[in-house]
T-cell receptor, first 114, second 113 residues
Framework: DTGVSQDPRHKITKRGQNVTFRCDPISEHNRLYWYRQTLGQGPEFLTYFQNEAQLEKSRLLSDRFSAERPKGSFSTLEIQRTEQGDSAMYLC????????????FGSGTQLSVL | KNQVEQSPQSLIILEGKNCTLQCNYTVSPFSNLRWYKQDTGRGPVSLTIMTFSENTKSNGRYTATLDADTKQSSLHITASQLSDSASYICVVIPRAAGNKLTFGGGTRVLVKP
């Protein structure tokens, strides 16, 4: 499978715990995006990388959230001190980087904070 | 106010029938408008991409139209199949926004046999 892969598919955690998600983009794609989606809503932009550089962060990304893409390939999204409001689907997408091209999304990580 | 509004919120149709989904937007100027299909528990998959100068774009049984004057787009599904049951999301990309997408809330379509 050469698509975008995310791990884990599901994560259940207790409030206050830290969680980390991983995204492996399509190999030649230099742009990587993180989105968050709650039930019945469209995805909301969180942040994106051009290679290893994090170019933009949404105001939705509080200081408890941090994303990295150390070698310009895979990326991790960490949430510290999780809250129940963090429960959502976290989607990763990648692209070659041109404005008019489509994004390829992974299947997401479903986070449930109890 | 959400810059992309979709209607209806949900839709039930019989297998084999056609349906049309609507997307109204206020994002301006925009680079391109996209329709995505999202199956339950999966990431969105691109169906069509239209620049502001295009009026229509087809992908198999899916046809998207764009009226930049009225700021409306529609997605028409022809001869629906059970596998068309999904959420359909309209996405408008502001000019110079790269791929930082503004998603609509989607229309949930259920195709019944």
């Amino acid at each position: 499978d050469t698509g975008v892969s995310q791990d884990p598919r599901h994560k259940i955690t207790k409030r206050g715990q830290n969680v980390t998600f991983r995204c492996d983009p399509i190999s030649e794609h230099n742009r990587l995006y993180w989105y968050r989606q709650t039930l019945g809503q469209g995805p909301e932009f969180l942040t994106y990388f051009q290679n290893e550089a994090q170019l933009e962060k949404s105001r939705l990304l509080s200081d408890r959230f941090s994303a990295e893409r150390p070698k310009g390939s895979f990326s991790t999204l960490e949430i510290q001190r999780t809250e129940q409001g963090d429960s959502a689907m976290y989607l990763c997408a990648s692209s070659l980087g041109r404005e008019d091209e489509k994004l390829f999304f992974g299947s997401g990580t479903q986070l449930s904070v109890l | 106010k959400n810059q992309v509004e979709q209607s209806p919120q949900s839709l039930i149709i019989l297998e084999g029938k056609n349906c049309t989904l609507q997307c109204n937007y206020t994002v301006s100027p925009f680079s391109n408008l996209r329709w995505y299909k999202q199956d339950t528990g999966r990431g969105p998959v691109s169906l069509t991409i239209m620049t502001f100068s295009e009026n229509t774009k087809s992908n198999g049984r899916y046809t998207a139209t764009l009226d930049a004057d009225t700021k409306q787009s529609s997605l028409h599904i022809t001869a629906s199949q059970l596998s068309d049951s999904a959420s359909y999301i309209c996405v408008v990309i502001p000019r110079a926004a790269g791929n930082k997408l503004t998603f609509g809330g989607g229309t949930r379509v259920l195709v019944k046999p």
